[in-house]
């Protein structure tokens, strides 16, 4: 642009002049003066503005009107204007300055300057005439008429003339005033409709124009024998080729040799048939490299239907074939190895199945094995007691008989777990009252709760039923969770409270509570409460004794039952 308006008064002696000029430029000559600094201001202070036009008065006829519209910063421009380390190598090493603007700063302004002196010069030389004419032709009446014709006519057909030489120059927002309904103003009306149209169409042409420009897909335009007539720059810089390059040539100057032939064909066949297609093509660029592109290809027709060109719109997909092509063998390989250790947990399952199931046969086994001496060995201490024996060795039968008593307990508790893991528990279905189950529990455990002066109290519905079910598993759980209720209390009482949830002519749900005063469980704890050979602290087991099997086989007992089995407790509180 600079270097035209340089070569401009070489070819036309209207003395405009126009530049691009900035208050930061890199070629001196585009410096803006201090005209063009106060449009800059202005612009600045007006972003939605897209041009102004003032009148610049100079003294010796050298006035001027100037006409700018601001350059703005736009992404493409950051390119050279942005970071400096990020402008081209050619860009930094030439210029040091112009760097570290932002999207949508104004870099500067077009300018125009059109000096005034000949449209005044004009003007006068129009008015004189008029004045000479009608002085000489029609004396004092003519003078009038030429007045008339001055404000009424020269200077409205001046505006329209002047009107029309702004929107040739490319100033389409020109607008003429109407201000009576007369011929003229019929003729300024049809002329700013005309400019409204001219201005619509001419921005309907930026925009598009801006938009298959800065596209992000390349975008080529050919004739109707593939020829290239245009193509955007994007293409230019996927491809390498410059657009003086590839004008005129066929874009079969791309082909790699890799895209089959028969995508080609259907590609030609749709065209000729007016219809687009769309498919990838395997493309070399001019360094050699080589692209995949996904291609939108459609007719351009005219108004009368008949097709004149052809666009392609191409998108570059390599790197999305690269990361496909990756993720299908991550895919591939991914699965290889959930099948791999699917069969790995399923023979480790399996074989974990089998050790169960042994491992509870062989505990099932021994627990009778070591269970039947074990009952011969309480029989005869009992047998030795009731025969009678000194003090000393009373004491000491009498540890002997606790000591059998809890490993017969404790071997019973094995033997019903592994029963229950072995899936070998068969639940009776025996008419029962519940009244008796609670009257054993209490009886079983009323000597325990003695010894420590704990009330056993119960509180039971009326039920005036007869239940079916397996009475002696029930009275183990319960009796389970009075007898651990009881140990862990020293001082309050202990609670065993019935009632009824939910009742049928064939069924009911009942709730069991044992309520305790005693050491509580800390949250910590609860959620392990019910595994196999688990307490809540280590340390209850040294003081208080057990094997942490029975509430693991009572929460065993109520889910065969159709039921659960759970905690709440408060540490201090039981």
Same mark, same amino acid.
């Given at each position: 642009?600079?270097?035209? @308006?340089?070569?401009? *008064?070489?070819?036309?002696?209207?003395?405009?002049?126009?530049?691009?000029?900035?208050?930061?430029?890199?070629?001196?000559?585009?410096?803006?003066?201090?005209?063009?600094?106060?449009?800059?201001?202005?612009?600045?202070?007006?972003?939605?503005?897209?041009?102004?036009? !003032?009148?610049?008065?100079?003294?010796?006829?050298?006035?001027?009107?100037?006409?700018?519209?601001?350059?703005?910063?736009?992404?493409?421009?950051?390119?050279?204007?942005?970071?400096?380390?990020?402008?081209?190598?050619?860009?930094?090493?030439?210029?040091?300055? *112009?760097?570290?603007?932002?999207?949508?700063?104004?870099?500067?302004?077009?300018?125009?300057?059109?000096?005034?002196?000949?449209?005044?010069?004009?003007?006068?030389?129009?008015?004189?005439?008029?004045?000479?004419?009608?002085?000489?032709?029609? &004396?004092?009446?003519?003078?009038?008429?030429?007045?008339?014709?001055?404000?009424?006519?020269?200077?409205?057909?001046?505006?329209?003339?002047?009107?029309?030489?702004?929107?040739?120059?490319?100033?389409?927002?020109?607008?003429?005033?109407?201000?009576?309904?007369?011929?003229?103003?019929?003729?300024?009306? =049809?002329?700013?409709?005309?400019?409204?149209?001219?201005?619509?169409?001419?921005?309907?042409?930026?925009?598009?124009?801006?938009?298959?420009?800065?596209?992000?897909?390349?975008?080529?335009?050919?004739?109707?024998?593939?020829?290239?007539?245009?193509?955007?720059?994007?293409?230019?810089?996927?491809?390498?080729?410059?657009?003086?390059?590839?004008?005129?040539?066929?874009?079969?100057?791309?082909? @790699?040799?890799?895209?089959?032939?028969?995508?080609?064909?259907?590609?030609? =066949? *749709?065209?000729?048939?007016?219809?687009?297609?769309?498919?990838?093509?395997?493309?070399?660029?001019?360094?050699?490299?080589?692209?995949? !592109?996904?291609?939108?290809?459609?007719?351009?027709?005219?108004?009368?239907?008949?097709?004149?060109?052809?666009? *392609?719109?191409?998108?570059?997909?390599?790197?999305?074939?690269?990361?496909?092509?990756?993720?299908? &063998?991550?895919?591939?390989?991914?699965?290889?190895?959930?099948?791999?250790?699917?069969?790995?947990?399923?023979?480790?399952?399996?074989?974990?199945?089998?050790?169960?199931?042994?491992?509870?046969?062989?505990?099932?086994?021994?627990?009778?094995?070591?269970?039947?001496?074990?009952?011969?060995?309480?029989?005869?201490?009992?047998?030795?007691?009731?025969?009678?024996?000194?003090?000393?060795?009373?004491?000491?039968?009498?540890?002997? !008989?606790?000591?059998?008593?809890?490993?017969?307990?404790?071997?019973?508790?094995?033997?019903?777990?592994?029963?229950?893991?072995?899936?070998?528990?068969?639940?009776?279905?025996?008419?029962?009252?519940?009244?008796?189950?609670?009257?054993?529990?209490?009886?079983?455990?009323?000597?325990?709760?003695?010894?420590?002066?704990?009330?056993?109290?119960?509180?039971?519905?009326?039920?005036?039923?007869?239940?079916?079910?397996?009475?002696?598993?029930?009275?183990?759980?319960?009796?389970?969770?009075?007898?651990?209720?009881?140990?862990?209390?020293?001082?309050?009482?202990?609670?065993?409270?019935?009632?009824?949830?939910?009742? @049928?002519?064939?069924?009911?749900?009942?709730?069991?509570?044992?309520?305790?005063?005693?050491?509580?469980?800390?949250?910590?704890?609860?959620?392990?409460?019910?595994?196999?050979?688990?307490?809540?602290?280590?340390?209850?087991?040294?003081?208080?004794?057990?094997?942490?099997?029975?509430?693991?086989?009572?929460?065993?007992?109520?889910?065969?039952?159709?039921?659960?089995?759970?905690?709440?407790?408060?540490?201090?509180?039981?």
């Amino acid at each position: 642009f600079s270097r035209i @308006s340089k070569d401009f *008064a070489n070819w036309n002696d209207s003395g405009i002049l126009f530049n691009n000029v900035s208050d930061q430029p890199r070629n001196p000559v585009n410096l803006a003066d201090a005209e063009e600094l106060a449009a800059m201001a202005w612009f600045r202070q007006n972003p939605k503005a897209s041009e102004r036009m !003032e009148r610049v008065d100079r003294a010796e006829g050298k006035g001027y009107l100037l006409y700018t519209a601001p350059i703005w910063i736009e992404q493409f421009c950051l390119k050279c204007h942005g970071d400096r380390e990020a402008a081209p190598p050619s860009i930094r090493e030439k210029y040091d300055t *112009a760097y570290g603007y932002q999207l949508g700063e104004l870099r500067g302004v077009a300018s125009i300057k059109i000096p005034t002196k000949k449209f005044d010069s004009r003007f006068r030389e129009i008015w004189g005439a008029q004045v000479v004419k009608s002085f000489f032709g029609y &004396a004092i009446l003519l003078l009038a008429v030429g007045y008339l014709l001055e404000h009424l006519v020269t200077r409205r057909i001046a505006r329209l003339q002047a009107g029309a030489e702004r929107i040739a120059e490319g100033d389409y927002a020109t607008r003429l005033p109407i201000h009576s309904d007369d011929e003229i103003c019929h003729l300024a009306n =049809a002329f700013n409709r005309m400019a409204e149209g001219v201005q619509s169409r001419e921005l309907a042409l930026i925009k598009l124009s801006q938009a298959v420009e800065q596209s992000p897909e390349s975008i080529v335009i050919t004739d109707l024998d593939g020829n290239i007539e245009y193509v955007n720059q994007r293409f230019v810089e996927n491809t390498g080729y410059s657009f003086d390059e590839v004008r005129g040539q066929n874009p079969r100057l791309l082909q @790699s040799g890799r895209t089959p032939l028969a995508s080609y064909q259907a590609m030609w =066949a *749709a065209l000729k048939a007016g219809q687009g297609w769309q498919g990838e093509l395997f493309n070399r660029r001019k360094d050699g490299s080589e692209f995949v !592109e996904h291609i939108i290809i459609a007719p351009i027709r005219q108004a009368n239907g008949e097709i004149s060109n052809y666009l *392609a719109v191409k998108q570059d997909i390599t790197e999305q074939k690269r990361i496909s092509e990756e993720l299908d &063998a991550h895919r591939d390989h991914l699965e290889q190895l959930v099948t791999r250790r699917t069969e790995e947990l399923s023979s480790a399952r399996q074989r974990a199945d089998e050790a169960s199931a042994a491992k509870s046969t062989f505990l099932a086994n021994m627990s009778h094995e070591i269970r039947s001496p074990l009952n011969a060995i309480n029989g005869m201490a009992y047998l030795m007691r009731r025969d009678g024996l000194p003090p000393e060795q009373m004491a000491r039968l009498g540890k002997l !008989e606790a000591s059998g008593k809890h490993l017969l307990e404790t071997i019973n508790a094995v033997l019903d777990l592994s029963k229950i893991e072995a899936g070998k528990l068969v639940l009776e279905q025996t008419e029962f009252g519940l009244y008796e189950v609670i009257d054993n529990v209490c009886t079983m455990a009323s000597d325990r709760a003695a010894s420590k002066q704990l009330p056993l109290l119960t509180e039971i519905p009326q039920l005036n039923v007869r239940l079916i079910g397996d009475p002696t598993r029930l009275q183990q759980a319960l009796l389970n969770f009075v007898g651990n209720a009881i140990k862990f209390t020293e001082a309050g009482s202990v609670t065993l409270r019935v009632s009824e949830i939910e009742a @049928s002519d064939s069924r009911v749900t009942l709730r069991f509570e044992i309520i305790d005063t005693g050491i509580g469980i800390d949250a910590e704890a609860i959620g392990r409460l019910f595994n196999s050979f688990e307490q809540a602290d280590s340390s209850t087991t040294r003081r208080f004794g057990g094997s942490g099997l029975g509430l693991a086989i009572s929460k065993k007992i109520a889910e065969a039952m159709g039921g659960e089995a759970g905690v709440q407790s408060t540490p201090g509180a039981g």
